[in-house]
C-alpha cells in the first residue's frame, strides 16, 4: 500500500536564496530521501495539483507522514506543523542551517541542511532524513504532541484527527444544523460576494446562522480558500468563510 508523504517548503526565495533554491532541496534531498524511507512524496505547492484550502487541510490529516521545512520561518509550513503536531500524527521539521526559528527548535527532533546543497553534504543529509522518516513512522502511537501534553487519550485524540470531516462538506454539514432564529436587529446583510470575504480581517465580527456572533482571531489563507478561528459564545471553531449566506455582517 503507498503510503503518503506531504510536504511543505517555502514557496518562494526569499533575499540571500537563488531563483528555485527551494525546488533544488525538495529534489535533491526530500524526494530521494522519501523514497529510500517507502513513502511518496507531493507537495503541498505543486500546481499540477491545485488543491484547495479544505483539500489540503484533509491531505494534511489523511497522509501517513509529513515533512515540514521551516526554512526562512515559511508560515505555510509552520501551520501544517502546527495541526499534525497539535492531534498527535507523525511530523519532521526540517530547516537549513541559516534559518534562526522563531520557536524553540531544540524542543523538537529535526533534521538540519546545508543551504549550500553540495555534493558532499547532500548524500549525508537524504540519510539522516531518510533515518528520521523511519524512526518517526515506526514511533507514530508516541509522538510528543500537544493532545499527550494535555493528557487527552486515544478516543480523544481520534475525534480530534476526524476535523477533516467538517471541511469536506462544510455546506451540507452546516446547512444540517438549527438556524438561529429570529435574526438579532444588530445583524445586517448575507455575505454572498467573494469580495466581501477578502475584506474580512481579524478582529471584525461577522454573525453566524448557526453558531451566533463570533469574533474572527485568526485568518489563514490557503489556496483559493480562507479558514478562520472564530470566537463564539460556545467556544471556537475552525470555520471557512464561505459566500453561501451562512455568514452576515454585523451592522456598524
Same mark, same amino acid.
Given at each position: ?7 511543505? +517548503? ?14 533544488? +532541496?525538495?529534489? #535533491? ?61 507523525? =511530523? ?18 529535526? +533534521? ?9 553534504? =547532500? ?43 467538517? #471541511? ?18 444588530? =445583524? ?22 448557526? #453558531? ?41
Amino acid at each position: 500500500m503507498e503510503k503518503k508523504c506531504f510536504v511543505f +517548503v517555502p514557496t518562494s526565495d526569499p533575499d540571500g536564496y537563488s531563483k528555485g533554491h527551494f525546488n533544488r +532541496v525538495y529534489q #535533491y534531498i526530500i524526494v530521494p530521501a522519501c523514497k529510500s524511507a517507502g513513502f511518496t512524496p507531493s507537495r503541498a505547492d505543486d500546481p499540477a495539483t491545485s488543491l484547495t484550502g479544505s483539500e489540503i487541510l484533509k491531505t494534511i490529516i489523511d497522509s501517513e507522514i509529513a515533512i515540514c521545512d521551516l526554512s526562512t520561518n515559511d508560515s505555510n509550513a509552520l501551520y501544517g506543523f502546527t495541526i499534525r503536531y497539535a492531534i498527535n500524527l507523525p =511530523v519532521i521539521l526540517l530547516k537549513d542551517t541559516k534559518t534562526n526559528l522563531k520557536f524553540n527548535f531544540r524542543e523538537f527532533e529535526a +533534521v538540519e541542511y546545508d543551504e549550500s546543497l553540495r555534493i558532499d553534504t =547532500v548524500q549525508n543529509e537524504i540519510e539522516s532524513l531518510s533515518d528520521m522518516l523511519k524512526k518517526t513512522f515506526a514511533n507514530k502511537l508516541e509522538v510528543n504532541s500537544l493532545l499527550n501534553r494535555l493528557h487527552i487519550g486515544s478516543s480523544q485524540a481520534a475525534e480530534a484527527q476526524n476535523i477533516s470531516a467538517p #471541511y469536506e462538506s462544510t455546506e451540507k454539514k452546516e446547512s444540517q444544523l438549527p438556524i438561529i432564529s429570529p435574526i438579532p436587529d444588530f =445583524v445586517g446583510d448575507p455575505i454572498t460576494r467573494h469580495e466581501e470575504i477578502e475584506k474580512l480581517k481579524t478582529g471584525d465580527f461577522i454573525f453566524h446562522m448557526n #453558531y451566533g456572533k463570533g469574533e474572527l482571531k485568526t485568518i489563514k489563507k490557503m489556496g483559493n480558500d480562507k479558514f478562520a478561528e472564530v470566537g463564539f459564545e460556545s467556544g471556537s471553531k475552525m470555520l471557512i468563510l464561505v459566500t453561501t449566506g451562512v455568514l452576515r455582517k454585523i451592522k456598524s
